[in-house]
């Protein structure tokens, strides 16, 4: 039983996935490599004066897997509610169970349809669906999660990668039972 498993790594579903691994939360990634992230050109990236997207795609990547969390190369096809958590079942024939789901899945919002997840239509540019979730970043199903442009926010790689953070923080405070945070000190 992992504590998060998220589904996507593009910039949101990745964010989310280094501050749970950080955290020291048992976190698998799943993620069917179809996003939007890598067609992109950044020159409004916070920090980062440019770069393409297939390289952010790939650091972020790195960087979840630096923390301990496991990413898989496979399409969620499948999710139910089981006890005490998820299971969720890829198109290459495994099976994962988590306590919570990050649901990151950019313009796709089949995977959260069959969990059972409330949709809504979009409000961005071509988002045509988009998951009904609460400022948290919470769905109508219990330990169900969802980040970035598949939750409804602004289609930008900075928002999106944000989002991911805020929703895996709000999942780590409530499997720790406090509030949490993650500062590191300059050395
Ligand atoms: C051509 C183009 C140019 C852009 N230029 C800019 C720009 O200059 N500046 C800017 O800020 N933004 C730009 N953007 C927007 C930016 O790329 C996106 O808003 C942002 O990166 C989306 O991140 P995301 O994580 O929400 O979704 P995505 O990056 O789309 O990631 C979603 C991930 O979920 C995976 N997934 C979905 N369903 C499943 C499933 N069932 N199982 C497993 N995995 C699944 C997908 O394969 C994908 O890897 C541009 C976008 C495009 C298309």
Do not use: C
Request: net charge neutral; glycine share 14%; aromatic share 6%.
């Amino acid at each position: 039983m992992y504590d998060i498993a998220v589904i996507g790594a593009g910039p949101a579903g990745a964010s989310a996935a280094i501050f749970a691994a950080k955290a020291g939360k048992k976190t698998v990634v799943i993620d069917s490599d179809k996003g939007v992230t890598k067609r992109a050109w950044f020159e409004n990236y916070y920090g980062i004066l440019e770069i393409d997207g297939p390289t952010l795609v790939e650091r972020g990547i790195e960087q979840l897997k630096k923390f301990g969390a496991e990413y898989v190369r496979d399409e969620a096809v499948n999710a139910r509610a089981v006890d005490g958590g998820i299971e969720i079942e890829t198109a290459g024939g495994s099976t994962y169970r988590a306590k919570h789901v990050i649901l990151a899945t950019g313009f796709s919002v089949e995977i959260g349809e069959k969990l059972g997840v409330k949709t809504k239509d979009g409000t961005e540019p071509r988002v045509k669906t988009i998951y009904d979730v609460d400022a948290a970043g919470r769905t109508n199903i219990p330990g169900v999660w969802a980040a970035g442009t598949a939750a409804g926010v602004s289609v930008h790689g900075v928002i999106t990668a944000g989002d991911g953070a805020k929703v895996a923080i709000n999942v780590i405070s409530e499997l720790n039972g406090s509030r949490y945070v993650d500062h590191d000190v300059k050395k």
